[in-house]
């Protein structure tokens, strides 16, 4: 499968997705993901093979939000995902 369309492309900076529909499979190459805890805040770019090695690609981003553990407060509820566009060519 290509590109999905339908996931907010269009403005730099942080977008909002329909993550409980976007895969890692799907999300395209060029966005990275950033976590953040809710509770203290701490914001971390998350390795997107890492994250898939461990779970699978098929695993949402809905998903991958709750399975998140800040990893310095070990706060597991109500994190949040980011996603942020790199440039290209
Ligand atoms: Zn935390």
């Not at 060029?30 to 779970?55: G, K, S």
């Amino acid at each position: 499968m290509k590109h999905r369309r339908g996931i907010g492309l269009a403005p730099p900076d942080h977008h909002a997705v329909e993550i409980d529909k976007v895969t890692l499979r799907t999300l395209p190459q060029w966005f990275v993901i950033y976590a953040r805890c809710r509770a203290c805040r701490r914001q971390t770019l998350l390795e997107r093979r890492d994250v898939t090695r461990r779970c699978g690609q098929d695993l949402s981003l809905a998903e991958l939000a709750k399975r998140l553990k800040c990893q310095r407060c070990d706060n597991r509820s109500g994190n949040l995902l980011f996603l942020q566009m790199l440039p290209r060519d």
